[in-house]
DNA sequence: TATAAATACCTTGCAATGTATAATACCTTG
DNA sequence: CAAGGTATTATACATTGCAAGGTATTTATA
């Protein structure tokens, strides 16, 4: 799969996996990988810039199979990105597409 | 405009515009621009890379309104690349789009 | 003639982000 | 206690878009 594509969609698929409950880090690799191609070096890094940018916050959870689970909780601002990156999304989409179609306007 | 979400796809749309056309640098810098933002410090390396790879040939040819331009032409590589390309995007948005629905699958 | 503006091309350094790889740590099972 | 699955983290790297700056040509303006 084209790596480029990818690019600041995976933070997309993220927020909108924590938009509908919290989940630690392991399980979103797993979710994501069901439809992308993704690795946990990837992530991870993801995620710290998220909590970063304070759109999600973290609390550790013991778990009864391995290493306890950092499980990310999206914010009020995190939720509202999520909102504004999938809008955007659609948008950008629907730009390229029409490109794909041949239709460049003005032309 | 989101940067991310260009990445990769920018290609495409030079890819399919000269799929249609010969063109030269600026012609497709104003051509994208139309439906994506985009500089020219973004096209004219990318380009570069087209034609380092094979996927397009360079011919000038005078202007009366400027300078000489560049035009470019896809190679037979570059043609079964913009197929390629195009239907990767297309997959890509379905998987994508499968998340914003909410529909992961075997969840 | 000189200057500016538009056209057209190119290069450099930077920022953002995905990848590969490895290290660390916890837990269960034999 | 060793092996293997679970889970997190760190580091070095590659790709690609962007801003900023530069060059060259043509035409319009002063």
Redesign the interface.
Known sequence: ?????K???L???AL??LA?KNRYGYELVN??S???SISEGTIYPLLRRLKNDGYVTTYLEESKEGAPRKYYQLTETGKKMEKE??E???I??K??????K?G????
């Open positions: 799969m084209n790596i480029q594509f690019k600041g969609v933070e997309l698929c909108t996996l509908k979710e994501i069901k439809n992308i990156l999938r955007e999304w659609l950008f989409v730009k390229v597409n029409s490109f794909l041949g460049v306007k003005n032309e």
